[in-house]
């Protein structure tokens, strides 16, 4: 005869597994946000510019970058709904998809900074072009990281949705820089500010509702403040910007 654990002050798996904090909440402001700040922040530059008086694009690249990196958006949000509706099957197989969809946008969106920067020389106010283009090469490489981390770690759920949402605030800056609330100078401190009060917001509430500290989390969040200045420091370098000139002699 079979045993009910419960019956003797023993909760079953499933029991404890019901009693485990809900990330629900999170993971739906995040599927929700994040693509209402990429959809701000280039609403008038790239989804809507037909109906504003603004620059065309600067180069099929361009326009390629943005078509990648929507379906990235899209791709982010998909899962989020697939794992509210308890599809988990389809789930994991669109995540294996999802690793050549992230190849994708790495090879594309490093060719997109290498165009802005290196060839077309744009970069914010005050910033040298060769140095800010560190920025976006450090966004890949950081997004790189965080994304093979969740699928190395796709049977843990707990480490796999932090990476993911990690890679999803990864990005959140380069929306954020576009939106027009400080003056352009300060488009950097506004972009990686917002960023890291958002991932702070994400880590307090996370270790409110599970009552621990998430080491994961913390060590990616701190990787994301802590590639700022390294950026900027190693782009000022002498050596960097000499390096850059030899690489588009």
Not at 141 to 169: C, D, N, Q, S
């Amino acid at each position: 005869m079979a045993v009910n654990a419960e019956v003797f002050g023993r909760p079953t798996d499933k029991a404890r597994a019901s009693r485990r904090p809900s990330d629900r909440g999170l993971f739906l402001a995040a599927g929700v946000l994040f693509p209402l700040l990429v959809l701000a922040g280039y609403f008038k530059s790239y989804y809507f510019s037909a109906f504003f008086d603004v620059k065309p694009l600067a180069s099929a690249i361009v326009h390629a970058h943005g078509i990648v990196m929507s379906a990235w958006v899209i791709y982010f949000v998909a899962q989020i709904a697939l794992i509210r509706s308890k599809n988990i099957k389809l789930h994991m197989t669109m995540g294996m998809a999802g690793v050549a969809l992230a190849a994708i946008v790495v090879v594309v969106g490093l060719m997109t900074a290498w165009d802005a920067q290196m060839v077309r020389n744009v970069a914010p106010p005050g910033a040298h072009p060769h140095s800010f283009f560190l920025v976006p090469v450090f966004d890949m490489l950081i997004f790189v990281l965080f994304f093979a981390g969740a699928i190395y770690y796709r049977k843990r759920p707990a480490e796999h949705k932090t990476l993911m949402l990690l890679t999803a605030l990864n990005f959140v800056p380069a929306a954020l820089f576009r939106l027009p609330i400080l003056p352009p100078e300060q488009a950097i401190i506004q972009a990686f500010g917002g960023t890291n009060l958002l991932a702070f917001a994400a880590f307090g509430w996370y270790t409110y509702k599970h009552r621990t500290f998430n080491k994961l989390f913390a060590g990616g969040f701190l990787l994301m403040i802590v590639s700022l200045p390294l950026r900027i420091y190693i782009g000022s370098t002498e050596t960097w910007l000499k390096f850059a000139d030899w690489m588009t002699s």
